[in-house]
Each structure stands twice: as C-alpha cells, then as structure tokens.
C-alpha cells in the first residue's frame, strides 16, 4: 500500500515538474519577486552594450557578475539599430541578443530596458535623429500618432528578437521598463505610456513582469505610474533609503521595494569637474537598502565609452548647454577599461551575503604604455574636404535637413556687399560650436555651451565666410529634446541677412576618412595651423589597452586604424585622455586626429607627438566648478 502511494507521489511530482514554467513574478502578500515560485531578491549592475566593444562583452560580464551581482541591466539603444529611417542594424556590436546571451552564460539574469527613449548620457537620449528629420517640432515621447508609428515600427522590429530569451521562455530577461523616468518629463501622457505597455505585451505575451522607474518623488511617480506595470524608484546614496522606499509605497503599496539606479558615481560634463562618489558612502546606503529587504541595481557597475559622437548633452537648470565627454567612467566599480576598484571589491563583500557566493573576480587589465607617436602627415581640413559634394541652398541647412546624423558640417558664403571694417557676425542659431573662418583662416569661435553667438570679423565684398559647426551631441534629458543641430536661425553681418548657402558633409565615417587621408603631406613648419588632420603611425607587440593623452593638443576627434575613439578636449577638461582597447590594436597602427584649434607641435622642430600611456587622466583642470 505505501509502495503504491509512494509511486503515486513521486509520479505526480514528475509530471508536475515537467508541466511547470519557469516563471518570474511578484508576491504581492510577502513584498518580494517570486522566481519559479521561490522569494527572489536581486542586486544587479548596468552595462550598456552599445559603450562596450562587443569582444569585451564577457570579460565585462563575467566582472559583473564575480563582483557578485545576480542580474545585469542593460538599455537597448534604437538610434544604434536603425541610424536612418528602416535600415536596421543587429550585427556584430549592435547584436543586443549576443550580449543577452552572453550575460546568461555568465550566470546572471536580465533586466532589459528598450526605451525607446533611455537618456543614459546618450546623443538625444538613444531616439533616432532622424525623427526630427522628419519634424523638428514632432512630440517626442507623447501619444502623438507621428511619433507613435516609428516607435511601433521599431518595437516590431526589436522585441520579437528578445521574446525567446523571456525566463519563461528559457532565456535570462525577467523583467523589462516601459519607458525611463517618463514622471521627469512635461508631458505626463498616460495614453502614450499605456500604449507602450500594450505594445510590448503584444510583442512579449502577457505573462513578462513590466515595470518603470522613477525618481524619488509623489509626482513623478504619478505620471511615470502606469496600470498593472510595477512602479520603482531611483535614488544615490544621498538620499536616506527608508525615506525613498516610502514614496514608492505609497504608488506601490504591495511588492518589493526596488531601486533601480543606485548611483555608485556620477555624470560627467566638459569644463565642469570629474565626479567621484566614495566607497564608504556607497557601501552605507547600500548597506541600509539591503537591510530593508531591497532590491538595487547599481547604475552603473560599469560604463564604458561613449566612442564616436554618441555622448549626448545635458541642459542645466539654468539652460546652459552642457556636453557630455567621450569617456563614461562614471567612477563606477569597474572603470572605464575593466580596472576593479576598490570600491568593486567593498560592494562584492557586502552583496554576496544576499546574493550568494560570487566567482573569483578576473585579474586586472594589462595596460601598455606604448610610448610617443610622432604624427608626420598632414592636410588642412578645407583642402581634404575639396570635391566633396556640396548642397546649395538659401538659408543655412540642419544637420537633419542634411540627413546627416553627426559629425560636421561646413557652411560657405560669399560675401556679396561692401562691409563695414568690422563688422559683426551674429549667428543666434548655431549648435553647438562653430569655427569661423574668412579665406580659409580661423578668425574666431561661437560656442552655444559659452552662450557666444557674435565676433566681429574684418570681411569684405568678394571673401568667403566659412563656418565650420559642430554638433556636440543632442540633448538627452529634461523638456528641450527636439535638440536640431548645425545653424538653425539665419546668419547675419551686422542687421544684413546672409543669404545664399553651400553646405559640405564632415561625417568622418571610414570612407570618407580613407578618402581625405589620400590627400596627406608630410608635416611642415607652414603646415601645422588647424583645423587639420595629422596622421602618425606605430607599432604594437600585444593588442593590450592604452590612454592616448594629448598634451599641447586643443580640440578634435582621434581615429585608430578607422575607429572613431571619440571627441578630446584637454584644454577644457576634466578628461585628458581617450582610452584605447587593446582589441583596436594591430601589428602596425594609424593614428589619425582632427584637431579644430591648436595642434601639439613643437614649432621649432615641427614635431607633432602625442603619448600612450598606462593611465588615464580624467579630473584634469576644468574652467568651470
Ligand atoms: C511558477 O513556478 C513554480 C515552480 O516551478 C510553480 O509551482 C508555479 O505553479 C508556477 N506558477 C505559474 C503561474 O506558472
Ligand atoms: C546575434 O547573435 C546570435 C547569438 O550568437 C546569433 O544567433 C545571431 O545570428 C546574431 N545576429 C546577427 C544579426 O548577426
Ligand atoms: C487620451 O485618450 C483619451 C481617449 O481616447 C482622449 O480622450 C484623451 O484626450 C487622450 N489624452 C491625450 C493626452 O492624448
Ligand atoms: C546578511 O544578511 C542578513 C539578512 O538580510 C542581515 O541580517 C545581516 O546583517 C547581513 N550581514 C552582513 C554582514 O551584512
Ligand atoms: C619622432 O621623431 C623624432 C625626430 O625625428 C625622433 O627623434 C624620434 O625617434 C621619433 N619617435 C618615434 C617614436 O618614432
């Protein structure tokens, strides 16, 4: 009899168990997420694919997950996986499902935040440019079926690429965000939010466990809050835990307390000092978090670079424009290149108590000092550009006019009428920053981050008037993101209208670099006045990280063997230097920089060199505090 029983039960719990999903969900009874039916509690970490090099994504990874995380949180960034209207990108860097993939084979769940709109210090905060291509004016982030219809295109496109990897479908993503700090934005659309939830509850099915974060406030959380999708908060550790929880439970009486983005660092903006958090006040709001029974993911466990042009910018409370710089270091545990701080080994301590033991964290990155690179090639910019294709219009054109993205633009005019000596040039609606030339020579620079929109010029009838404009990266928070770029207002000598316009595309893409690099000469005492590319070459034993520091060096962009590692400032701080991966690095190595104001040269001897160090410099000297 108790044979038979026995076999019975142990029938009926096989079945069962084949019959059980795996699931993900909430207790809304014991205040925390159920995983397969267990109490779940995570401590997490946020990378971002796309400011990784996809061959670093599991050395990254498994740091995060030896730092003892249990989950990783990740944005999917749309202006990187359709850069125009329809073209889609999924290979290679852009494969977000690799990187999910990846995460999972390094033992850590997902949480997986599509947008469409992320901020994340991103050029407009992730949305594709060419939405205001389309309409400058078009409401972002609104119901507005304009706006809808591509965010329905592209979710088409993205989430049936993600929904096998649902836990419930055997993969690692347990919860995914409907939107970002949408409760920090003017236009509190609830159709709009609601209609995302539907959208991906379409694409994703109706079990996925949704949520939104917001920060730490009653009425943010009342217009990010969203019918049967869990509200979270977002807090650094400035702010007393309890309290912050609070204000979520009054959205959420019922669940988890979660939060979202706990701050192990902060932003950074040029001319404005490096941002450091210390571990110690780190580890004590992370501590009393997790003594309150949260779940917390560290924003960032690891930021990585904002390689190429993809750094947005920030508008301060005050308007002022604030770019963001190439490195996203974030003082986070894992630097920049992969170093685990001590910070990283505070957090590991602390958190494997709750998460369970963690593996043994990888060694530290071997960083080379590859030494001096002299740059013995040159071409002036206006001379490399020559025979490109020039757009003529009347009245300035937008980059998204252009269809052009990021990068440069260069704006000629030939002056058509006897000038006053001098005569003021006033240009209201650059953006951001623009190099003004007469005849081919620099006479002077408008910068929208200085609020400096006017010079006086010494031009005449006949002489060229060439304005070289600088998109430094779209606005990627607050109310002001339909951020056009290139000159958006008509130019004026004195109260006379500029009329009359050729427009060149400085994109700086690979071919467009292969074909200006064809017009190189070695460098010369005459030839060393910007804006200008100098090319250097240099020999690599190991393909080991490097910083490129660029002393002397004023403004401009760096390229290695092709690969834009991104905007340099050092004359405006706080970063000195550009970090280099190692998997960038060949047998013989092209170093290409286009610098916009002062090259590095040593005039005597016209010795133009910058250095690869073993260290980064990143809280340089900065005008502004
Ligand atoms: C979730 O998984 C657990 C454990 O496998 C199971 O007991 C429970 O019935 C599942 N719940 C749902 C709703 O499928
Ligand atoms: C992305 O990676 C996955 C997993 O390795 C692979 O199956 C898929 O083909 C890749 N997608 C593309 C577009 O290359
Ligand atoms: C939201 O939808 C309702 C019903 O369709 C409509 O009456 C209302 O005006 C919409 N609100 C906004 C902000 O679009
Ligand atoms: C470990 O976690 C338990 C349960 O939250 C807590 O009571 C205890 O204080 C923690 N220990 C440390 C060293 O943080
Ligand atoms: C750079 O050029 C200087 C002057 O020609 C030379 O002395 C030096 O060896 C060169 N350095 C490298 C790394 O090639």
Same mark, same amino acid.
């Given at each position: 009899?108790?044979?038979?029983?026995?076999?019975?039960?142990?029938?009926?719990?096989?079945?069962?168990?084949?019959?059980?999903?795996?699931?993900?969900?909430?207790?809304?009874?014991?205040?925390?997420?159920?995983?397969?039916?267990?109490?779940?509690?995570?401590?997490?970490?946020?990378?971002?694919?796309?400011r990784?090099?996809?061959?670093?994504?599991?050395?990254?990874?498994?740091?995060?997950r030896?730092?003892?995380?249990?989950?990783?949180?990740?944005?999917?960034?749309?202006?990187?996986?359709?850069?125009?209207?329809?073209?889609y990108?999924?290979?290679?860097?852009?494969?977000? #499902?690799?990187?999910v993939?990846?995460?999972?084979?390094? *033992?850590?769940?997902?949480i997986?935040?599509?947008?469409?709109?992320?901020?994340?210090?991103?050029?407009?905060?992730g949305?594709?440019?060419?939405l205001?291509?389309?309409?400058?004016?078009m409401?972002?982030?609104?119901?507005?079926?304009?706006?809808?219809?591509?965010?329905?295109n592209?979710?088409?496109?993205?989430?049936?690429?993600?929904?096998?990897?649902?836990?419930?479908?055997?993969?690692?993503?347990?919860?995914?965000?409907?939107?970002?700090?949408?409760?920090s934005?003017?236009?509190?659309?609830?159709?709009?939010?609601?209609?995302?939830?539907?959208? +991906?509850?379409?694409?994703?099915?109706?079990?996925?466990l949704?949520?939104? #974060?917001?920060?730490?406030?009653?009425?943010r959380?009342?217009?990010?809050?969203?019918?049967n999708?869990?509200?979270?908060?977002?807090?650094?550790?400035?702010?007393?835990?309890?309290?912050?929880?609070?204000?979520?439970?009054?959205?959420?009486?019922?669940?988890? $307390?979660?939060?979202?983005?706990?701050?192990?660092?902060?932003?950074?903006?040029?001319?404005?000092p490096?941002?450091?958090?210390?571990?110690?006040?780190?580890?004590?709001?992370?501590?009393?978090?997790?003594q309150?029974?949260?779940?917390?993911?560290?924003?960032?466990?690891?930021?990585?670079?904002?390689?190429g042009?993809?750094?947005?910018?920030?508008?301060?409370?005050?308007?002022?424009?604030?770019?963001?710089?190439? =490195?996203?270091?974030?003082?986070?545990?894992?630097?920049?290149?992969?170093?685990?701080r001590?910070?990283? &080994?505070?957090?590991?301590?602390?958190?494997?108590?709750?998460?369970?033991?963690?593996?043994?964290?990888?060694?530290?990155?071997?960083?080379?000092?590859?030494?001096?690179?002299?740059?013995?090639?040159?071409?002036?910019?206006?001379?490399?550009?020559?025979?490109?294709?020039?757009?003529?219009?009347?009245?300035?054109?937008?980059?998204?006019?252009?269809?052009?993205?990021?990068?440069?633009?260069?704006?000629?005019?030939? /002056?058509?009428?006897?000038?006053?000596?001098?005569?003021?040039?006033?240009?209201?609606? /650059?953006?951001?920053?623009?190099?003004?030339?007469?005849?081919?020579?620099?006479q002077?620079?408008?910068?929208? *981050?200085?609020?400096?929109?006017? +010079?006086?010029?010494?031009?005449?009838?006949?002489?060229?008037?060439?304005?070289?404009?600088?998109?430094?990266?779209?606005?990627?928070?607050?109310?002001?993101?339909?951020?056009?770029?290139?000159?958006?207002?008509?130019?004026?000598?004195?109260?006379?209208?500029?009329?009359?316009?050729?427009?060149?595309?400085?994109?700086?893409?690979?071919?467009?670099?292969?074909?200006?690099?064809?017009?190189?000469?070695?460098?010369?005492?005459? =030839?060393? $006045?910007?804006?200008? &590319?100098?090319? *250097?070459?240099?020999?690599?034993?190991?393909?080991?990280?490097?910083?490129?520091?660029?002393?002397?060096?004023?403004?401009?962009?760096?390229?290695?063997?092709?690969?834009?590692?991104?905007?340099?400032?050092?004359?405006?701080g706080?970063?000195?230097?550009?970090?280099?991966?190692?998997?960038?690095?060949?047998?013989?190595?092209?170093?290409?920089?286009?610098?916009?104001?002062?090259?590095?040269?040593?005039?005597?001897?016209?010795?133009?060199?910058?250095?690869?160090?073993?260290?980064?410099?990143?809280?340089?000297?900065?005008?502004?505090?």
């Amino acid at each position: 009899m108790w044979h038979v029983l026995l076999f019975f039960a142990i029938l009926v719990q096989a079945i069962d168990s084949t019959n059980q999903k795996r699931n993900f969900t909430i207790d809304y009874k014991r205040n925390t997420f159920l995983k397969d039916g267990q109490p779940f509690r995570y401590v997490s970490g946020s990378i971002h694919y796309f400011r990784v090099p996809s061959e670093l994504w599991k050395d990254r990874l498994q740091r995060l997950r030896a730092m003892g995380a249990n989950v990783l949180q990740t944005y999917v960034e749309w202006n990187s996986h359709e850069p125009q209207q329809g073209q889609y990108r999924f290979l290679g860097q852009n494969n977000v #499902t690799q990187f999910v993939i990846e995460a999972q084979k390094q *033992g850590l769940l997902v949480i997986l935040r599509p947008g469409p709109y992320i901020e994340a210090e991103r050029d407009f905060g992730g949305l594709p440019y060419w939405l205001l291509r389309e309409d400058p004016k078009m409401k972002l982030r609104t119901s507005s079926p304009q706006y809808l219809r591509h965010v329905d295109n592209w979710f088409g496109k993205l989430l049936p690429k993600l929904q096998p990897l649902l836990y419930q479908n055997g993969g690692p993503i347990i919860m995914v965000q409907v939107e970002n700090e949408y409760g920090s934005y003017y236009a509190c659309d609830h159709n709009y939010t609601q209609h995302l939830t539907n959208t +991906i509850r379409h694409h994703l099915g109706p079990e996925i466990l949704l949520f939104t #974060t917001d920060g730490y406030s009653l009425p943010r959380l009342r217009c990010g809050k969203i019918p049967n999708v869990y509200a979270t908060v977002d807090f650094g550790s400035n702010v007393a835990a309890d309290a912050a929880f609070a204000i979520q439970k009054k959205i959420e009486p019922h669940g988890p $307390s979660v939060n979202s983005e706990f701050y192990p660092g902060w932003l950074d903006h040029w001319g404005y000092p490096h941002q450091r958090r210390s571990s110690n006040a780190i580890i004590d709001s992370l501590k009393q978090q997790l003594q309150l029974g949260a779940n917390v993911n560290i924003y960032v466990a690891h930021g990585g670079t904002s390689f190429g042009f993809r750094a947005g910018a920030d508008l301060s409370p005050q308007s002022v424009y604030q770019p963001c710089p190439t =490195s996203y270091d974030y003082d986070s545990p894992i630097s920049e290149n992969g170093i685990l701080r001590p910070k990283y &080994f505070n957090i590991r301590k602390l958190i494997q108590n709750y998460t369970g033991k963690a593996p043994d964290p990888p060694a530290q990155p071997v960083v080379v000092a590859y030494g001096k690179v002299n740059l013995t090639e040159s071409v002036q910019l206006l001379e490399a550009i020559q025979f490109s294709k020039v757009i003529i219009s009347k009245q300035p054109l937008t980059f998204e006019q252009m269809g052009q993205d990021y990068g440069f633009l260069l704006y000629e005019h030939q /002056v058509t009428f006897i000038t006053p000596d001098p005569v003021l040039l006033r240009a209201y609606g /650059v953006r951001d920053r623009a190099y003004v030339m007469v005849n081919g020579q620099t006479q002077g620079i408008l910068s929208r *981050g200085e609020r400096i929109y006017r +010079i006086p010029l010494q031009i005449n009838k006949g002489d060229r008037l060439q304005i070289l404009v600088e998109n430094q990266g779209r606005v990627c928070f607050g109310n002001f993101l339909n951020d056009i770029k290139g000159i958006i207002s008509p130019v004026f000598l004195n109260n006379r209208q500029l009329l009359n316009w050729n427009q060149t595309s400085i994109l700086l893409n690979s071919s467009q670099l292969d074909y200006f690099m064809t017009k190189l000469k070695p460098v010369t005492k005459e =030839s060393i $006045s910007a804006p200008r &590319f100098f090319r *250097g070459t240099f020999q690599a034993q190991t393909k080991s990280d490097t910083f490129l520091r660029l002393d002397g060096w004023s403004r401009g962009v760096a390229f290695l063997n092709g690969f834009n590692l991104g905007r340099y400032w050092p004359r405006h701080g706080p970063q000195m230097t550009l970090y280099v991966p190692g998997v960038l690095m060949q047998a013989t190595n092209r170093l290409i920089l286009m610098e916009l104001e002062q090259a590095g040269c040593d005039r005597s001897d016209t010795l133009c060199q910058v250095t690869l160090t073993d260290s980064p410099i990143l809280d340089g000297p900065t005008p502004y505090s």
